[in-house]
């Protein structure tokens, strides 16, 4: 802090704080000193209060009810959207694998399949499989990290 | 030697739209509760964290793009960024500067895009509690408010801030520096340009 003694070109907003209650103690008493000797300062401290008689009296309107409606909406649509596209996928999904199980063992339990299809059959499951796990991996480290760039701190 | 006039006899410490210490403690605690809520789950959580501060952030997006439309889009969406990015806050952080930084990133965006802020006047006059008659008439006022909402836009973006957290958001020297992240010594000096500006220009035009 600087000393106890005001000095006009360095401590000039010390008078809006003086005015506001934030001056700390040592601060405040040097500008209740500078005051009762400086008439240019009282008269400052005049302009400025007169000013914030008129701050005083104004006030934000309150927010419009059809605001909140609409935050409230588009937070439960994301809500709601989220959970569609859950369902959906995995929906899909199961609906997915059981059709291509079928199709397999179909193949896989007909007599006239040859063993080089059985193994390539097998090989597709497999390489799919390692397929799908490596997509998920890759998808859940760029969420991680997506949500940093999404906040400027 | 004269002594300073009265009214200047000491520090304004009850002005009007000061937050209550003990409300603003309170407060932290309650958001602390419903983030870790949200954290574990419960969607009621994040909107008891809505409810308590959307009309304070609507406060921060008027101020920073000027009109109720972009603050009510610029609102939305960072309640949705905050959404996506609770699961990151530091927990027993205060949860103010927090999303104050979000409302402004999104606000500040809004007003990039569409330049729709002219004509509004989103401020109304306090009936004076005090008793003493108010001096201006009902023209007269709509004048002034609408003259002392234009120079607010006028300020430059680090002045209007500061102006908008402390008259209209009611927020102490020491929360707004932690909302803005600036030192102390810099809330003060910008609330200080900023009203000799505001008073320059509104006396300049003939208002009292
Ligand atoms: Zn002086």
């Known amino acids: ?153 | 030697m004269t002594a300073p006039p009265p009214e200047h006899d000491g520090p304004n410490r009850s002005a009007p739209g000061r937050v209550d210490e003990r409300l603003a403690a309170q407060e932290r605690q309650l958001d602390g509760r419903d983030i870790e809520r949200f954290l574990a789950g419960d969607q009621a959580g994040f909107e008891a964290l809505v409810r308590r501060h959307w009309r304070r952030a609507y406060g921060i997006a008027l101020g920073l793009t000027g009109s109720g439309d972009d603050a009510m889009d610029a609102t939305q969406k960072a309640f949705l960024r905050v959404w996506k990015a609770l699961p990151d806050f530091r927990c027993g952080e205060p949860f103010f500067p927090w999303l104050y930084r979000i409302v402004r990133n999104c606000a500040l965006n809004q007003r990039r895009d569409e330049k729709r802020h002219r004509g509004e006047m989103p401020l109304e006059w306090v009936d004076r509690d005090d008793g003493r008659p108010n001096a201006l008439d009902v023209a007269e006022r709509v004048e002034l408010g609408g003259r002392v909402w234009e120079e607010i836009q006028r300020l430059p973006l680090e002045q209007r801030e500061v102006v908008m957290l402390f008259y209209f958001q009611g927020l102490k020297y020491r929360e707004i520096a932690a909302a803005l992240d600036i030192p102390l010594g810099t809330v003060m000096s910008r609330l200080h340009a900023a009203r000799l500006r505001l008073r320059d220009r509104l006396t300049s035009g003939g208002a009292r």
């Open chain 1, 1 to 153: 802090m600087t000393g106890s003694v005001f000095d006009h070109e360095r401590d000039a907003a010390w008078l809006s704080a003086f005015a506001d209650g934030e001056l700390d103690d040592q601060q405040e008493a040097a500008v209740k000193a500078h005051l009762a000797v400086c008439a240019a300062c009282r008269e400052e401290m005049v302009g400025l209060s007169r000013f914030d008689l008129v701050m005083a009296s104004l006030r934000l309107k309150e927010a419009p009810p059809e605001a909140w409606e609409a935050i409230e909406a588009r937070l439960s649509h994301r809500a709601a959207r989220r959970a569609g596209w859950l369902l959906l996928t995995a929906g899909a999904a199961a609906t997915f694998a059981w059709g291509a199980w079928l199709g397999v063992a179909a193949l896989l339990g007909a007599s006239g399949t040859p063993w080089w299809v059985k193994a390539a059959i097998l090989a597709a499951c497999v390489g799919g499989l390692l397929l799908l796990v490596s997509a998920l991996r890759e998808r859940l480290y760029a969420r991680r990290r997506s949500r940093y760039e999404d906040i400027v701190r």
